[in-house]
Nanobody, 123 residues
């Protein structure tokens, strides 16, 4: 699976962004998807994940109530809507795929990673 993330940018605190991740090469609907982020000098962390049919989602505590992950299997795309952004959300955001019918709950074990997209939130 090739993954291409887009939608990052510079936004003021309190603003919103929507990230997209377009997949190609394999059957997208066989893969659970996740968004992860890595800030400078910090480890990569899970942001949000979604199961193959979108029936279950997982969020990091730090983004619950502000971020929403969704997917459109017809368009082979997963989205991350980010509202009420904070400076601490600044990071490179990555999408990743794992062939599993279950729920992704960790950074490790992903099958494919896309190149990241930078999100910068100014105070």
């Amino acid at each position: 699976v090739q993954l291409q993330a887009s939608g990052g940018g510079l936004v003021q605190a309190g603003g919103s962004l929507r990230l997209s991740c377009a997949a190609s090469g394999r059957t997208f609907s066989n893969y659970a998807m996740g968004w992860f982020r890595q800030a400078p000098e910090k480890e990569r962390e899970l942001v949000a994940t979604i199961t193959v049919n979108g029936g279950s989602t997982v969020y990091a505590d730090s983004v619950k109530g502000r971020f929403t992950i969704s997917r459109d299997n017809a368009k082979n795309t997963v989205y991350l809507l980010m509202n009420t952004l904070k400076p601490e959300d600044t990071a490179v955001y990555y999408c990743a795929a794992k062939r599993t019918p279950g729920v992704i709950t960790a950074v490790g074990g992903m099958d494919y990673w896309g190149k990241g997209t930078q999100v910068t939130v100014s105070s």
